[in-house]
């Protein structure tokens, strides 16, 4: 059943202890487009993310993604890497976390670890050196280099990844990310900490992306500016719940969200808008 | 990347001789406090079992006196030093002498170990000494694969060593087997001990994982001490097989080596023989870590050591990754027990004591973690430096303690400090180990 979803949420529900994280959400994200997942901060969106990604085991809902080749993962039954080996759902950090030690290109040579393994015969035939292997390790930098020219750091492919600026770092993760070759990427507040000109960078990239790779995008995002610009379809979340979701013009101009953003209650709304000329 | 520094002037190099009088009169005082009951007054029982003192203030004052002098020489010394810098302060001329020079120590090393035999051929001392310094670079450069790459910190390394040396050993004095047939088989064992071990500590993280691994240790040798009917127990295994030739023996008989070769017989020529064996077993396992260091697997573990979470949403399997890592540098202190038996003729447990685990742990630390060179250095070092103050007698310990307390603080991270990349578009540069994490167990 390989509909135009290619991740349905249904019914997730995440507690700790006594705290709900999450609240029996249900979404979809469309195959092949950029579905953005906003809300205050303490929303919960973070705990989706990691849910989707098998960081956590939600405590009940199934989280399922539908591949072009009809396969459906039910992504609550994997654990941790296996839902990036078998489902190819990729993620980057709030936090970026890139392996400051290793260059560059060696973090976009970790990420195709897996293509790796297997082409050097579980390391024994890398060990000796077949041509295979051989082979194999060009096509990888290849790629490396590929995804380097893309986020324009192919200069400082010899850098160590500590040593970019936290803009570069911010890119790298996501080349990373794409190194894995994801149906689904997964990008937790990628605008985070950047100018308004990386911000733009950032978007023509995940646009870049869409258009060249096809690969469906799910982002969290505080920045606006990108959220609106470049969403297909957009997610609001609120303590844990749903309060909104279409086009961004038309979250743009829900009153609930405005009252979430803004914490008043829904009736006060008109008032407070008034205040603020909007 | 660093911007030139401007040549300190003359008025900021100037003492600063208030600054250094209020720091040394510090010290003074807490010398004077310190010192005061060890020094100044001096108790001793008396003939009738009472207490009988005297006041030694001449010493205490001495001493006080030394602290004060000594912690003005020493900020004199900081001020003639410190604010230069030593890197900055060397001309370029001379810093890529020792660049070249840096590069050149590989090579170097590699062709005067492979020429010690010639050299030092009559100096029996020298050579055993030789075989011990490679078997602990060999035990360094296993361990550094599960320590050094993967950053999981391993007290419990000796437990493969001497899982090695008594497969061997039992092998070899029970079913006859060879020393060529045992080496494989005992890297195996190891490894496979190496699993074991593995499977436990996968969800321990930091000193929690150093405590399994040093009770690990621990338990093998324990079991080596207590399985009599096996091990022989405290007493040991002894009559252990000499290697051979690839088959021919190493003997003065008809069929020895030498009669075959039609030269005399000499016993040094099986200390040369184990010091080749030592040399290319080291190298071996040198040449394993290189190349798997530029294997996906290689790159996994230091992905490992530098952020565990972002290998998972790579899609690495960490278990596997981890126990790898474990099996490898186990199956090499396999290697490494193997050949320490067929040197020995006699293993018991008391070889294998946590005093091995820390010392080969200190020469990968010390070397620098990760380093193949820095830990072949390391064990130089410190193997060889430890034999080089034997005739300090009973200060050995104290002096030995203090270089290396001083050698870490000169280098904290260890005497080759900086990573190089496994692979490079341009030109492999080498990555500052301020940048490089450690492991988090």
């Known amino acids: ?278 | 990347m660093t911007a030139p520094v401007p040549e300190p002037t003359l008025a900021s190099r100037a003492p600063d001789v208030a600054f250094i009088f209020k720091k040394a009169l510090i010290s003074a005082v807490v010398a004077l406090v310190l010192f005061s009951l060890m020094i100044g007054i001096r108790t001793e029982a008396g003939p009738a079992g009472q207490l009988i003192y005297w006041t030694r203030f001449g010493d205490l004052a001495a001493v006080v006196a030394a602290v004060f002098g000594g912690s003005i020489i020493v900020e004199l010394l900081r001020l003639w030093w410190g604010p230069v810098g030593t890197i900055r302060i060397v001309p370029p001329q001379v810093a890529s002498t020792l660049a070249v020079a840096r590069r050149a120590i590989a090579p170097v090393l590699l062709i005067f170990t492979l020429l010690v035999p010639v050299i030092f051929y009559d100096q029996r001392y020298i050579l055993d000494l030789g075989i011990l310094v490679l078997t602990y670079v060999m035990l360094g450069w296993g361990l550094n694969v599960v320590v050094g790459l993967a950053g999981l910190l391993d007290l419990g390394y000796v437990a493969f060593y001497a899982v090695g040396a008594y497969s061997y050993a039992l092998l070899a004095t029970n079913f006859g087997l060879s020393f060529w047939v045992c080496l494989p088989l005992a890297g195996i064992l190891a490894a496979f001990w190496g699993v074991l071990l593995g499977f436990p500590v996968l969800r321990l993280r930091g000193d929690y994982l150093a405590i399994v691994t040093l009770a690990f240790g621990e338990i093998i040798r324990l079991v080596i001490i207590n399985w009599q009917s096996l091990t022989g127990g405290p007493n040991g295994v002894s009559g252990i097989p000499r290697p051979s030739f690839f088959g021919i023996p190493l003997t003065p008989g008809d069929d020895g080596l030498a009669a075959r070769l039609g030269i005399e017989f000499s016993p040094t020529h099986r200390i040369v023989f184990l010091f080749y064996l030592i040399l290319a077993l080291a190298l071996l396992t040198n040449w394993v870590t290189i190349r798997l260091r530029r294997l996906p697997i290689g790159r996994a573990w230091e992905a490992l050591r530098e952020d565990e979470v972002a290998c998972r949403a790579l899609g690495i399997n960490t278990t596997t990754t981890k126990l790898t890592a474990f099996a490898t540098g186990a199956m090499f202190g396999g290697f490494a027990g193997a050949f320490f038996a067929t040197r020995q003729g006699f293993i018991s447990p008391e070889s294998f004591t946590f005093q091995e685990s820390a010392l080969v742990l200190a020469i990968v630390v010390l070397g620098g973690m990760g380093s193949q060179l820095g830990v072949a250095l390391a064990a130089l070092t410190m193997i060889g430096g430890f034999e080089l103050f034997r005739g300090l007698d009973q200060y050995r310990m104290l002096v030995f303690g203090l270089a290396m307390v001083l050698l870490m603080i000169w280098r904290p991270r260890g005497l080759i400090g900086h990573r190089a990349p496994t692979v490079f578009l341009k030109h492999s540069q080498a990555i500052s180990s301020d940048l490089v994490k450690e492991g988090h167990g």
């Open chain 1, 1 to 278: 059943m390989s509909g135009k979803s290619i991740l349905t949420v249904g019914h997730l529900s995440m507690r700790f202890g006594g705290i709900v994280a999450v609240n029996d959400l249900s979404f979809d994200a469309e195959r092949g487009k950029i579905t953005a997942l906003i809300g205050p901060n303490g929303a919960g969106k973070t705990t989706v993310f990691n849910c989707i990604t098998g960081f956590y085991k939600p405590t009940s809902g199934a989280m399922r993604v539908s591949h072009d080749d009809g396969r459906d993962i039910q992504l609550e039954r994997l654990n941790d890497f296996r839902i990036s080996k078998l489902a190819k759902v990729a993620r980057t950090f709030q936090n970026i976390r890139l392996f400051p030690g290793m260059t560059a290109l060696e973090n976009l040579m970790v990420a195709q670890h897996n293509a790796l393994m297997r082409a050097s015969g579980l390391t024994f035939l890398g060990l000796i050196g077949a041509p295979s292997w051989r082979s194999a390790e060009k096509r990888a930098i290849d790629l490396a280099r590929l995804w380097l020219d893309r986020i324009g750091l192919l200069d400082r492919a010899d850098d160590a990844a500590g040593n970019l600026p936290y803009g570069d770092q911010r890119r790298l993760e996501i080349a990373r990310a794409m190194c894995t070759e994801p149906a689904l990427l997964c990008l937790d507040e990628p605008a985070a900490g950047l100018n308004a000109r990386e911000s733009a960078g950032l978007s023509e990239l995940l646009l870049s992306i869409r258009a060249e790779q096809g690969t469906s995008i799910l982002l969290i995002e505080h920045d606006m500016s990108v959220v609106m610009e470049i969403s297909d379809h957009v997610v609001v979340m609120d303590y844990g719940v749903k309060i909104a979701e279409g086009t961004p013009d038309h979250i743009r101009d829900d009153p609930k969200v405005i009252a979430a953003y803004l914490g008043v209650e829904d009736n006060e709304v008109a008032a407070v808008e008034q205040e603020l000329g909007l």
